[in-house]
């Protein structure tokens, strides 16, 4: 099993660019969800999803589309980037979700992928 | 508003010694706390959860423990070794109407572990 894949791993855009980065897991997880790191302010929600066709805001979901068609692939769009969005990515999934509706949301996380933005 | 606290200092220990971390939470009644690892350019992973209504649990040289009057929980490594040196993380898993919503981190505390 490959856990929890991430592509690109690295990405350098100019501001008003588009992009998408990919989230992929195999471990028919529900819950997936997408994070930002940025030094001194931790991981931060972006979005999430508890299931194929429902995603939902986190924390700071502003520049930020998403979408879920499949239990696998939880891709994260940037539809014109901006400096601010320079951080690194990190996404997530764990069993909680639409089946399985108790006990702790414990995270599988990827690897990251590191977006600067110029 | 809310917060979650870890030590902002990176936290120097001897090898051999026990290392104790903090997190500290105000306004919050999360239903689980968990703590994760994370290593330069990688992840965070899993270590360890307790429940609102545990007050220690353990795992191998791990040991944590919450007390939700305090809002806080100790995360301890005993026996220390270099290899412990990483950021260790506390989240909050927090519901509102029964869902999950996602886990809330606090900003992490780097842990030295000198041989």
């Known amino acids: 099993n490959a856990g929890v894949t991430q592509t690109p791993k690295f990405q350098v855009l100019k501001t008003g660019q588009s992009m998408t980065l990919q989230c992929a897991q195999d471990m028919n997880h529900e819950y997936m969800s997408w994070y930002r790191q940025d030094p001194g302010m931790g991981l931060r929600l972006i979005h999430y999803?508890?299931?194929?066709?429902?995603?939902d805001q986190g924390e700071v979901p502003n520049g930020y589309n998403v979408s879920r068609s499949t239990t696998e692939d939880f891709p994260l769009r940037l539809l014109s980037a901006a400096p601010s969005q320079t951080s690194v990515y990190f996404c997530?999934?764990?069993?909680?979700?639409?089946?399985?509706?108790?006990?702790?949301?414990?995270?599988?996380f990827g690897a990251g992928s590191r977006l600067t933005v110029l | 508003s809310q917060k979650i606290e870890q030590n902002s200092e990176a936290l120097n220990i001897q090898e051999g010694k026990t290392a104790t971390l903090t997190c500290n939470y105000t306004?919050?009644?999360?239903?689980?706390l968990q703590w994760y690892r994370q290593d330069p350019g990688r992840g965070p992973v899993f270590l360890l959860l307790?429940?609102?209504?545990?007050k220690e649990k353990r795992k191998e040289r791990l040991k944590v423990t919450f007390d939700t009057t305090l809002k806080q929980s100790l995360f301890h490594i005993t026996a220390s070794q270099p290899a412990d040196s990483a950021t260790y993380l506390c989240?909050?898993?927090?519901?509102?109407?029964?869902?999950?919503?996602?886990?809330?981190f606090g900003k992490g505390t780097h842990l030295i572990i000198q041989p």
């Open positions: 307790i429940r609102e209504n545990e």
């Open positions: 306004n919050y009644s999360p239903a689980y």
């Open positions: 999803s508890v299931g194929a066709g429902i995603t």
């Open positions: 997530a999934s764990s069993y909680f979700g639409r089946r399985v509706s108790s006990g702790a949301n414990v995270l599988t």
């Open positions: 989240a909050l898993d927090i519901r509102s109407g029964g869902g999950a919503d996602g886990l809330t």
